[in-house]
């Protein structure tokens, strides 16, 4: 079956500094969402990106789709503590939606 | 408007028993989807519904069962649970199958001792 993964598991990075975050596939996707899950909390819809090599920004986040539709990645500049969380990936082929492991990403002040 | 709301927020049962899961979605929204969250892990797929029709379905065993009703707020049943069910469930509600953002709620986390 489909699998998602993501990469690295963990990231800890000194407020300021840049995250990345890297989900990759086992097969073409139609489309790749984006989650966010705060601690304690529940996953939260960040982005939705549908084209090859489609390229999307949020403020100081951004997100790519890779040509193949088989890898994404989110990309934050200059981290703040409000990033804290867990992101996920979640790829759609079908009518399943697959989320990857997820990156926690811890940001010291 | 509110959210995707589920209950109970929090669930302890014995290994053996039965268990159900409630879910409301967000008004209009037509599908739902359940998907189990072991600690440290992303969420997994169980099920979806869609105007009240099973769409998918995850790996899981028959233990798990799910249904839609009429007004789109959905179930999710496990029978002779076990240890290795205890995980939060998290009910999705989205407009339409496939290709929709989902909008969690907040889960129950159901414990099996």
């Known amino acids: 079956g489909q699998q998602v993964m993501q990469i690295p598991q963990y990231q800890h990075v000194q407020e300021g500094e840049d995250f990345t975050t890297y989900c990759n596939s086992s097969?073409?996707?139609?489309?790749i969402q984006w989650y966010k899950q705060r601690p304690g909390g529940h996953p939260v819809f960040l982005i939705q990106l549908v084209k090859s090599g489609e390229v999307k920004k949020q403020k100081r986040l951004t997100f790519q789709f890779g040509e193949a539709k088989k890898n994404s990645s989110l990309h934050i500049t200059a981290t703040q503590t409000t990033d804290v969380g867990t992101y996920f990936c979640?790829?759609?082929?079908?009518?399943?939606?697959?989320f990857g492991g997820g990156t926690r990403l811890m940001v010291k002040p | 408007d509110a959210g995707v709301t589920q209950s109970p927020t929090h669930l302890i049962k014995t290994r053996g028993q039965h268990v159900t899961l409630r879910c409301s979605p967000i008004s209009g929204h037509k599908s739902v989807s359940w998907y189990q969250q072991v600690l440290g892990q992303g969420p997994q797929f169980i099920f979806q519904?869609?105007?009240?029709?099973?769409?998918g379905r995850g790996n899981f065993p028959d233990r798990f069962s799910a249904r839609q009703f009429p007004n789109y707020s959905s179930e999710l049943n496990v029978n002779a649970l076990l240890l290795g069910d205890s995980a939060l469930y998290l009910c999705?509600?989205?407009?339409?199958?496939?290709?929709?953002?989902?909008?969690f709620g907040n889960g129950t986390r159901l414990t099996v001792t």
């Open positions: 979640a790829g759609n082929a079908g009518n399943m939606l697959t």
């Open positions: 519904y869609y105007e009240k029709e099973e769409r």
């Open positions: 999705a509600s989205s407009l339409g199958q496939g290709n929709s953002p989902l909008h």
């Open positions: 097969t073409t996707l139609s489309n």
